[in-house]
């Protein structure tokens, strides 16, 4: 990767539907995506706003008979043409993402989706279901989780060096929503109610991303129940929570914290995980994503850094720059997306098990995030009580 070598033969003609112009997250998926070629952005359902939508592609140097009003008319379309898109991502809020995600399928296109893939466990796995039928993958944009020290985490608890895990001690709480900027913010506006966001704000938008990670470093925790407490400390969000604190208990006796937040003032991103062992601990925080503490009972701390041959070197090999050059959230998403790339490509040629070890957020980890947060939910509404893991 350092060369940017090419690791898929093809390029993969996509579409977007959302992530139009002055949205918050759509440009983060382009830049990832075109980063290296593996995508190929020729059509779009950019807008809710249609005329907005169209003029936003043509900026974007797309054919404008392929800038379309709607997503039904771009799945139409696409998929009657030859040279017709083989993946959409989908950037638009919450409540839509399973009816986009299901028309695409139907329409034997690839999805890549954002989180919270659906509003209900039976919607993503219905979609789930309908992906592997079809041959088709999603991807569920955990943007974080491309970045390489996650990696590295996950090899250091398989390797044994923490020991039997203990503790996971997670959190996403940032401070940018301390005041109801959702006066004044249309992006903040949808995450604050229910018929947009689903049943969840911070739960959702914010904690699935560190729960993915916690996965990834610790694929054999499985949560055996769990106690959620949420607030709403700008009242007017409620139902929805800006704040929640989530206890888990694992099979096996591992416990875990997740505290998720909005409201947490003076705080950037605060998104850490910290995984305790009996041995040893390592913990990571995406402010900064190059370095990974190591941490062993007794020994001084070591900082880990990216990109430096003590690594593993499974934990190199998406590296573009040498160590000591700082990479960050865009290399994570484009590390995410030529994964993406390489998971359709296999299902295309008729063969996914080529890609059986390529680890990359899909269709099981959007189901995941999702039943995780319909616990947490069912958990709070009953008074903040442990619910078994259902
Ligand atoms: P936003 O409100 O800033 O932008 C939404 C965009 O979707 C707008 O361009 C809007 O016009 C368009 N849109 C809405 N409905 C549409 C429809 N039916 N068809 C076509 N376009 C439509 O929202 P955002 O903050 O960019 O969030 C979008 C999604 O991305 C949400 O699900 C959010 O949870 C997710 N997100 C994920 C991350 C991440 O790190 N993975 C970060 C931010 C947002």
Known sequence: ??????????????????????SQIGYVHRSAALRDRYFDLVAGAFDLNA?????????????????????????????????????VSIATPNNTHYE?????LEAGIHVICEKPLTFTTAEAEELQALAEA?????????????????EEAARLVASG???????????????????????????????????????????????????YISEVICPDLKIRRLLCARQSFVASRAPLEDNAITLMEYEGGAFGTLWTSAVNAGSMHGQKIRIVGSKASVEWWDEHPNQLRFEVQGEPARILDRGMGYLHPSSLIDDRIGAGHPEGLFESWANLY????????????????????????????????????ENCVRSADLGGVWVDYQ
């Open 134 to 150: 079809r041959g088709l993958i999603i991807g569920v944009t955990y943007g974080y989780s491309g970045h390489q020290m996650i």
């Open 51 to 87: 005329e907005r939508g169209r003029d936003f592609g043509a900026e974007l140097g797309l054919d404008p008979a392929r800038c379309y009003a709607d997503y039904r008319a771009m799945f139409t379309s696409e998929s009657a043409r030859e040279d017709g898109i083989r993946a």
């Open 1 to 22: 990767m350092i060369n940017g070598e090419r690791i898929t033969k093809s390029t993969v003609r996509w579409g977007m539907v959302g992530g139009g112009k002055g």
């Open 161 to 211: 060096a923490l020991g039997e895990i203990r503790l996971v001690n997670l959190q996403f709480a940032h401070g940018f929503h301390n005041e109801p900027v959702e006066l004044a913010n249309p992006a903040a506006k949808w995450r604050v109610d229910p018929r947009f966001a689903g049943p969840s704000y911070v739960l959702g938008d914010l904690a699935t991303h560190p729960l």
């Open 100 to 104: 986009i995600s299901r028309a695409a």
């Open 338 to 373: 030529y994964r993406f790339a390489l998971a359709i490509e296999a299902h295309d040629a008729g063969k996914p098990e080529q890609i059986k070890d390529l680890r990359y957020p899909g269709a099981k980890a959007g189901v995941e995030g999702v039943r995780w947060v």
